[in-house]
């Protein structure tokens, strides 16, 4: 009966959320309602005391993380640089290596720390334009997208800055270059896989008379980019350039700068000091500074246009960042509940059953990210739940911290990215796509997403590369 309450609320988190209701209204009502089913009088103590509480400090964490992404992301849409690394691929490939070109495009976008949903209403209509004139079929424009921007820059590339590579420092005291050798051969794997599963599934297609699509049976068709000036594809790219490199001199310096385990603020007016472990604040710190050196980068090359829409702009980022950020919390509170609960401390004993501490936690951790249909979301409830499990099973087998990094993060983008998955509905919508059309290339790339995260477990134990 334990178990089947914690799924009974698990599942319905899962309906809930692909049937489009708001998780942050869902998350709270299904996280009580399974406290309600477990034991009613904890219902008040476990909403204010563990829910909102988990909420309150995932948000302390990790919202400035969420607000500078969503506002760098804003303004390379404003100023036009988007546009022209997208303009500037394009015509370096050819608009016959469509699949390829929007893969590098979106690759470079999120990797330079643009968030996936900026991402693609960025490169949407580029990639429709260079689908239309190879004639490729409209419905391989979601998994191109989805190639570069859900699988091996989101969480598998070291050092990138999105939030599925930031959560694991917390837990582990690492940084978001954690195991660099294996983060580069899984990347490769999902690169190489992925891009040999759409070509070959762009030939089964056009064997059979498929082309573009006909205008007719056409929806969210983008209009023709109307000619303006363009900002130098070199200038666009700087300041990705400064986000990803200011983030791996940070790391490198902030220890540096703070050689003590701990930093501590003493103002007279504060009743005690407060104290933060630098080693766990690292990522975070590192992360933070390098997104405001790339806003400030931005601002210097293209303070006109962006300056005339920075108002509009700005406050449809601020946003964006509140509900990504909100979305993410309350699934933590959420999993910070379920995990409390007598039915999840049973799963979580049966797992201890996988004998392997690397499999152990690939499979928690994508599993989890399935039910909830969220990477961070998902790994944010199995850390929260069992981070000190794995990181003694890691200890004991003598597996170095960053590897567990490596493996969490890869895992969380593994099955996470199923029909109910929020980036999925959101580039379906975009794209002007149904899941019956689209869904198919996009769950292949779920497929290599989660055979890669074993592939690098295997790579592990049989070179000992991190």
Request: net charge neutral; charged share 10%; proline share 5%.
């Amino acid at each position: 009966m334990a178990v089947a309450i914690a799924a009974l609320s698990l599942i319905l988190l899962m309906i809930a959320a692909y049937r489009g209701m708001s998780v942050i209204l869902m998350a709270p009502l299904l996280a009580m309602l399974a406290v309600f089913l477990t034991d009613p009088a904890a219902v008040p103590a476990a909403f204010s005391g563990l829910f909102m509480e988990r909420v309150a400090s995932f948000l302390k964490l990790y919202f400035p993380v969420f607000l500078l992404g969503a506002l760098f992301g804003k303004l390379i849409e404003m100023s036009g640089f988007s546009r022209a690394i997208v303009t500037a691929v394009i015509g370096l490939v050819g608009a016959g290596r469509a699949i390829p070109a929007i893969m590098i495009v979106t690759a470079l976008l999120t990797y330079g720390g643009v968030s996936v949903f900026v991402a693609v209403f960025a490169v949407y209509p580029f990639a429709a334009e260079m689908f239309r004139q190879a004639d490729i079929p409209k419905r391989l424009v979601p998994a191109a997208i989805g190639l570069g921007a859900i699988t091996f820059t989101m969480d598998a590339l070291p050092g990138t800055p999105q939030i599925q590579n930031i959560i694991p420092t917390s837990f582990f005291g690492t940084t978001t270059w954690a195991a660099p050798a294996l983060g580069l051969i899984g990347s490769m794997f999902i690169m190489t896989a992925g891009l040999t599963y759409l070509g070959w599934r762009r030939r089964r297609l056009v064997a059979t008379g498929e082309g573009y699509g006909a205008p007719e049976t056409l929806v969210n068709e983008p209009d023709a980019a109307a000619d303006e000036a363009r900002v130098h594809p070199l200038v666009a790219l700087l300041p990705l350039l400064v986000v990803g490199l200011g983030n791996l001199a940070l790391t490198l310096a902030i220890p540096c700068w703070l050689p003590g385990d701990y930093v501590s603020l003493s103002l007279s007016g504060m009743a005690e000091p407060v104290a933060l472990k630098v080693s766990q604040m690292t990522a975070l710190w590192a992360v933070e500074g390098a997104l405001l050196a790339g806003i400030s980068t931005i601002l210097i090359f293209a303070f006109g246009p962006v300056a005339r829409r920075f108002a509009e702009g700005s406050k449809a980022a601020v946003g964006g960042a509140l509900l990504a950020g909100m979305n993410t919390a309350v699934e933590y509170g959420f999993g910070a509940v379920i995990a409390a609960l007598p039915g999840f401390l049973m799963v979580k004993e049966a797992l201890k059953a996988i004998p392997n501490p690397l499999i152990n936690e690939a499979v928690t951790v994508t599993s989890l990210a399935g039910i909830t249909g969220s990477a961070s979301g998902g790994l944010s409830i199995a850390l929260a739940a069992m981070a000190d499990q794995f990181i003694a099973a890691g200890d004991a087998a003598g597996i170095p911290r960053e590897v567990l990094h490596r493996i969490a993060s890869m895992a969380s983008g593994g099955m996470d990215s199923l029909p109910h998955n929020g980036a999925v509905i959101t580039l379906l919508a975009v794209t002007g796509l149904t899941h019956r059309q689209a869904y198919k290339d996009i769950f292949a790339l779920t497929l290599i997403k989660t055979l890669a995260v074993f592939l690098v477990i295997a790579v592990y134990y049989l070179t000992g590369l991190v």
